[in-house]
């Protein structure tokens, strides 16, 4: 079985600030993916980030990026110049190569202030 | 865009009821899911289904059952409500490639006394 660990329920950064959302997982699989999901207050959860375990370039969007450790199994995830929307609850996920479903985190909750 | 919808947004039910939510996503995916959220547990998959009339057992299925008869849509059926049942559900769908993300609805805030 696949397990996912959130270490930190809750954090808090100031506007612009850097913030690095930290994650561990436990598996036996070899190739698998990793995500970090955002749900806003009341809104729809959104992808924010996918890794692909067999690529050891760490993924990046925008503001986001990973630091991606697979002999560790960590997956951290860092916001950069952090802005009063990314307030949220964050998921890391994984899903194994064969499979279909995520295996979530319990999340951390953001909040940006000015 | 991907849209995924839900039924209701809240819902109040009472104990020993039948509950329907109701998912419907319009891009063809052949992946759907529900999955449940409670504070402090994260998400925790209850079933999914990997095309019309298939399911399979998530990690919480006990209490609930599922439906899928088009490929539009997938329901979610508890067959007799209990107050350990009241959480937010989360429908989702994704397409039947390995990893492809999935793309979630607005949940379902049930409560049920």
């Known amino acids: 079985a696949q397990t996912v660990t959130q270490s930190q329920p809750e954090m808090s950064v100031q506007e612009a600030e850097t913030v690095t959302l930290s994650c561990t997982y436990d598996t036996s699989e070899n190739n698998y993916y990793l995500f970090w999901y955002k749900q806003p207050p009341s809104r729809q959860m959104i992808l924010v980030i996918r890794q692909e375990a067999y690529k050891q370039q760490n993924a990046t969007e925008n503001r986001f990026s990973v630091n991606f450790q697979k002999a560790a199994k960590s997956f951290s995830l860092k916001i950069s110049d952090s802005q009063l929307g990314d307030t949220a609850m964050y998921f890391c996920a994984f899903m194994i190569l064969s499979g279909y479903a995520l295996n979530f985190g319990k999340g951390t909750s953001l909040l940006v202030t000015p | 865009d991907v849209k995924v919808t839900q039924s209701s947004r809240y819902l109040v039910k009472r104990t020993g009821e039948k509950v329907f939510l109701e998912c419907v996503q319009d891009m063809d995916h052949e992946n759907m899911f529900w999955y449940r959220q409670d504070p402090g547990l994260g998400l925790r998959l209850i079933y999914f289904?990997?095309?019309?009339?298939?399911?399979e057992k998530g990690d919480i299925p006990e209490g609930y059952s599922v439906s899928r008869e088009k490929k539009e849509r997938f329901s979610l059926i508890l067959e007799s409500a209990s107050t350990n049942q009241t959480s937010m559900y989360l429908c989702?769908?994704?397409?039947?490639?390995?990893?492809?993300?999935?793309?979630f609805g607005p949940g379902t805030r049930l409560t049920v006394t």
């Open positions: 289904s990997y095309d019309v009339k298939m399911k």
């Open positions: 989702a769908s994704s397409r039947g490639d390995r990893g492809y993300e999935q793309y």
